[in-house]
């Protein structure tokens, strides 16, 4: 059985400027068990996964991060990024509040840009802030008032438009800024990746994003954008829901479609029929599964009849439109 050791952890006071303390892990890293919570001078880090620190020098900073407020003037850097998902946080000095309201504090995380946590916990007589993190990439932990930092993301939405699940999310801000990737999960714990967006590189205006999820779910349905930038570097968004109740007990999408046909059912199938609207019949599965596609990319341009028969020998039909 491999053992997992510490070594090489070093913590120093430093007497210059840029840096008000320093902690450095080797190559053979500083492990840390998941829902175990260490202290790195003033940093606390409960990770809800094993977590490693491998190669990284840690140092707490006093220059604030630019802002409307900026950030307090302790800024903790890391060398390069790091995956980390569970409870950050980290206790300051009153005299680094730098003109923030204390009460009101978020935690800020990001790399060049960063992203504005809500929800955050502020113990203002002990001077310590905490939130609990999804899946994020960092290099920095500060904290500012919410969405005061010039963070990439300000608003993230997903509402129900007809027959599409849309998402929509705002920047006002972009530096380096690759490609959004949607991201969709039925439990928290599996995560789809549904497409990309393009950012746009560079901008220092408001810019709308948004993005359409075509295929028919039921149920709770979580999403977030995966900020990706231009060296690979990236952070994740807040998590929103939706509830999606079902239009019938099974479904066919897309509604029109070009080429293959997805059929969506909480039932086990027994048969899948297509016909035209003579009755004249152009494909029959039997046991098909749920999820599963056919292409109708040679069908005649048209309307079509989807008959699905259920293995508890319900059955629906379903008109759809051949483009």
Same mark, same amino acid.
Request: with cysteine; aromatic share 10%; hydrophobic share 35%.
């Given at each position: 059985?491999?053992?997992?050791?510490?070594?090489?952890?070093?913590?120093?006071?430093?007497?210059?400027?840029?840096?008000?303390?320093?902690?450095?892990?080797?190559?053979?890293?500083?492990?840390?068990?998941?829902?175990?919570?260490?202290?790195?001078?003033?940093?606390?880090?409960?990770?809800?996964?094993?977590?490693?620190?491998?190669?990284?020098?840690?140092?707490?900073?006093?220059?604030?991060?630019?802002?409307?407020?900026?950030?307090?003037?302790?800024?903790?850097?890391?060398?390069?990024?790091?995956?980390?998902?569970?409870?950050?946080?980290?206790?300051?000095?009153?005299?680094?509040?730098?003109?923030?309201?204390?009460?009101?504090?978020?935690?800020?995380?990001?790399?060049?840009?960063?992203?504005?946590?809500?929800?955050?916990? %502020?113990?203002?007589?002990?001077?310590?802030?905490?939130?609990?993190?999804?899946?994020?990439?960092?290099?920095?932990?500060?904290?500012?008032? /919410?969405?005061?930092?010039?963070?990439?993301?300000?608003?993230? #939405?997903?509402?129900?438009?007809?027959?599409?699940?849309?998402?929509?999310?705002?920047?006002?801000?972009?530096?380096?800024?690759?490609?959004?990737?949607? #991201? #969709?999960?039925?439990?928290?714990?599996?995560?789809?990746?549904?497409?990309?967006?393009?950012?746009?590189?560079?901008?220092?205006?408001?810019?709308?994003?948004?993005?359409?999820?075509?295929?028919?779910?039921?149920?709770?349905?979580? *999403?977030?954008?995966?900020?990706?930038?231009?060296?690979?570097?990236?952070?994740?968004?807040?998590?929103?829901?939706?509830?999606?109740?079902?239009?019938?007990?099974?479904?066919? *999408?897309?509604?029109?479609?070009?080429?293959?046909?997805?059929?969506?059912?909480?039932?086990?199938?027994?048969?899948?029929? %297509?016909?035209?609207?003579?009755?004249?019949?152009?494909?029959?599965?039997?046991?098909?599964?749920?999820?599963? /596609?056919?292409?109708?990319?040679?069908?005649?341009?048209?309307?079509?009849?989807?008959?699905?028969?259920?293995?508890?020998?319900?059955? #629906?039909?379903?008109?759809?439109?051949?483009?």
């Amino acid at each position: 059985m491999m053992k997992r050791y510490l070594f090489f952890c070093q913590l120093a006071l430093l007497s210059t400027l840029t840096a008000q303390a320093q902690f450095t892990v080797g190559t053979p890293g500083f492990f840390i068990a998941q829902n175990t919570q260490v202290f790195i001078d003033s940093l606390t880090l409960k990770p809800s996964v094993d977590f490693t620190l491998t190669s990284q020098t840690l140092t707490i900073s006093p220059t604030p991060i630019p802002g409307s407020p900026p950030s307090i003037a302790r800024v903790y850097n890391l060398t390069t990024p790091v995956d980390f998902t569970g409870v950050a946080g980290f206790f300051y000095r009153g005299s680094e509040l730098n003109g923030n309201t204390e009460s009101t504090l978020q935690l800020q995380h990001g790399n060049a840009n960063f992203v504005s946590t809500t929800g955050s916990t %502020v113990n203002v007589g002990q001077h310590y802030i905490s939130n609990t993190l999804p899946l994020t990439n960092f290099t920095s932990l500060t904290a500012a008032q /919410e969405n005061a930092l010039p963070v990439s993301l300000i608003g993230f #939405q997903v509402k129900r438009v007809e027959n599409a699940t849309m998402l929509y999310w705002q920047t006002s801000e972009e530096k380096n800024s690759d490609r959004f990737e949607i #991201q #969709q999960s039925e439990d928290l714990r599996k995560w789809n990746a549904l497409g990309n967006v393009n950012a746009a590189k560079e901008s220092a205006q408001r810019r709308e994003y948004s993005f359409p999820d075509l295929a028919e779910r039921f149920g709770t349905q979580y *999403y977030r954008l995966k900020m990706v930038d231009t060296d690979g570097s990236y952070a994740y968004s807040s998590i929103q829901s939706i509830k999606l109740a079902s239009s019938g007990l099974v479904s066919a *999408y897309p509604n029109p479609v070009v080429d293959k046909l997805q059929i969506g059912s909480q039932e086990a199938l027994a048969s899948v029929k %297509v016909t035209d609207l003579t009755g004249r019949a152009f494909l029959e599965l039997l046991k098909p599964k749920p999820g599963q /596609e056919f292409s109708l990319k040679n069908y005649p341009a048209g309307t079509y009849l989807v008959k699905v028969e259920t293995a508890a020998g319900k059955t #629906q039909v379903i008109k759809i439109i051949k483009q």
